[in-house]
């Protein structure tokens, strides 16, 4: 110790302040001085970056990596139908009975989209059935019809006949234009009888009439029942 204050002088103590503020000073302006991209993630320490630190809009589209933005990261109602381009959700993005009834707008489902496949009858359309049905039992017009072509107006409804040569007669409907037409002999025990019934056929008896034939193995004036369907 005392080596050392015989050789401690004032010279000697400025001279050592003084080094150490020029060391000290030095450092710290070398910290405010950083050069460009000297600092990189291993200068950083865990946490050192914080939603605080960073400046509004700094992180833009590009700066994301790719599917790094997943559903846990999205705020409830962050995502609304403005936020969808068209078109950005298609069919195989759905998930399985993601769209219920409850989803669909009125009107939304029209016919050229529904698979008809797919439909089971309609409650209206069976009763479309029983009133075909019914129709098919008590036609609109019938006529019990001679080999002369004379109707028996006892045996017959909305029907008239004319005979316009052997075995050829036609038959007309009133109030409607037939569709369709069934024709039974009548059995006179003369011998077998067949009868055919032609809708819109050409003359001598054109549409809307019924053209009812009748054989015995040839054209042959026969009486016969008819029935006439819309």
Do not use: W
């Not at 000073?25 to 914080?50: F, I, W």
């Amino acid at each position: 110790m005392k080596t050392f204050r015989s050789n401690l002088t004032y010279a000697n103590v400025i001279s050592t302040l003084a080094l150490f503020i020029a060391l000290t000073g030095a450092t710290a302006y070398a910290a405010n001085q950083l050069a460009d991209k000297s600092v990189g993630a291993p200068q950083l320490r865990p946490g050192a970056v914080t939603a605080d630190k960073i400046r509004k809009n700094a992180v833009t589209a590009p700066k994301i990596k790719e599917l790094a933005v997943k559903e846990g990261k999205l705020a409830n109602g962050s995502v609304s139908a403005a936020k969808v381009a068209p078109n950005a959700v298609t069919s195989s993005a759905l998930v399985p009975s993601a769209v219920t009834n409850e989803k669909l707008a009125g009107d939304s489902v029209t016919g050229e989209k529904v698979v008809e496949g797919t439909l089971s009858q309609v409650p209206s359309a069976s009763k479309a059935d029983f009133a075909t049905a019914a129709e098919s039992a008590n036609p609109l017009a019938f006529a019990a019809v001679d080999l002369e072509g004379n109707v028996n107006a006892n045996l017959s409804k909305n029907a008239s006949a004319v005979r316009k040569s052997a075995g050829v007669y036609c038959i007309t409907a009133q109030g409607f234009n037939p569709r369709g037409a069934q024709v039974t002999p009548r059995n006179t025990g003369d011998g077998d009888v067949s009868a055919f019934a032609v809708v819109g056929g050409t003359e001598p008896c054109p549409a809307p009439g019924v053209e009812v034939r009748t054989y015995k193995g040839v054209l042959t004036s026969a009486p016969f029942y008819v029935s006439l369907y819309r």
